[in-house]
C-alpha cells in the first residue's frame, strides 16, 4: 500500500532558526495536504499542493510540490515560539477511487527554545 | 458555529468491554472519517464513510466497527478484539469535492487497563 515517509521525526531549534521537514511517497499523489497539530491539540489544516512543481507561502511558512509529485516540503523561516506543534503531510494517491482517502506522515514534532 | 464535536474528551474502559466513541458534525460534510494516532506514528486510518449508510475499511480497521445511519454521526466501537486500543482517537470530516481538507474534532485519548 501507499506509504509517506516524513523526517525528521523531531526538530528542535533556537527561536529564530529556520526549520525544515521532508514528506517523501511511495507512490505519485494526486495532492498533498499539510497539517499542523499544537500540543494537546488535533491537527489543523494548513495549505494543499495540487500542481507538479507547486510552491505557496503563507507568512513565514513555504511549501513546495516536487515535479513527480512524489516528495514535499515546509520551511519556516525564522522560527517563532508560536510554531512549536507537530507538522504532518499527508498525501492521496493519483489514480485513487476513493477521495479524500489521506496517508499521513509520521510527523514532525518541533520545539523551539526562546 | 459550525465544527466536530467528540465525546467524551477522556475514556477509561477495562479489558475486555466494548466501547463507542461518539463524533458529531455540523458541517454537512458527507465524508467522515476515524484515524487513530499514537506517538511516534502519525495518523493512522482505521475507517471512513463517504455517504450514510456506506462506509469502508481503512488501514487497521481490524478491532473496530462503524455506523454511518445519519449524515451528522459516525460513531467507531472499539471492541474487545482490539489488541492495543488505548490510543488517541481522531474523527475528521470533509467535503463533497476532490481535494477537500479535512476538518477533525478535538478528539477521545481512551485508556484500556
Known amino acids: 500500500g501507499q506509504q509517506v515517509m516524513q523526517i525528521p521525526q523531531y526538530q528542535h531549534v533556537q527561536e529564530g532558526e529556520d526549520f525544515t521537514t521532508y514528506c517523501n511517497s511511495s507512490?505519485?499523489?494526486?495532492?498533498i495536504q499539510w497539517y499542523k497539530q499544537r500540543p494537546g491539540g488535533h491537527p489543523v489544516f494548513l495549505i494543499q499542493l495540487v500542481k507538479s512543481g507547486e510552491v505557496k507561502k503563507q507568512k513565514r511558512l513555504t511549501f513546495q510540490f516536487g515535479e513527480a509529485k512524489k516528495n514535499s516540503s515546509l520551511h519556516i523561516t525564522a522560527t517563532q515560539t508560536t510554531d512549536v506543534g507537530t507538522y504532518f503531510c499527508a498525501g492521496e494517491s493519483a489514480g485513487g477511487t476513493s477521495y479524500g482517502k489521506l496517508t499521513f506522515g509520521q510527523g514532525t514534532i518541533l520545539t523551539v527554545h526562546p | 458555529d459550525g465544527g466536530i464535536t467528540q465525546s467524551p474528551k477522556y475514556l477509561f474502559r477495562k479489558e475486555g468491554q466494548n466501547v463507542t466513541l461518539s463524533c458529531e458534525q455540523n458541517?454537512?460534510?458527507?465524508?467522515m472519517y476515524w484515524y487513530r494516532q499514537d506517538p511516534g506514528q502519525g495518523l493512522r486510518l482505521i475507517y471512513y464513510s463517504q455517504i450514510v449508510n456506506d462506509f469502508q475499511k481503512g488501514d487497521i480497521a481490524e478491532g473496530y466497527s462503524v455506523s454511518r445511519e445519519k449524515k451528522e454521526s459516525f460513531p467507531l466501537t472499539v471492541t474487545s478484539a482490539q489488541k492495543n486500543p488505548t490510543a488517541f482517537y481522531l474523527c475528521?470530516?470533509?467535503?463533497?469535492?476532490?481535494?477537500?481538507?479535512?476538518?477533525f474534532g478535538n478528539g477521545t485519548r481512551l485508556t484500556v487497563t
Open positions: 458541517l454537512n460534510h458527507d465524508a
Open positions: 475528521a470530516s470533509s467535503g463533497q469535492t476532490n481535494y477537500s481538507p479535512l476538518h
Open positions: 507512490t505519485t499523489l494526486s495532492n
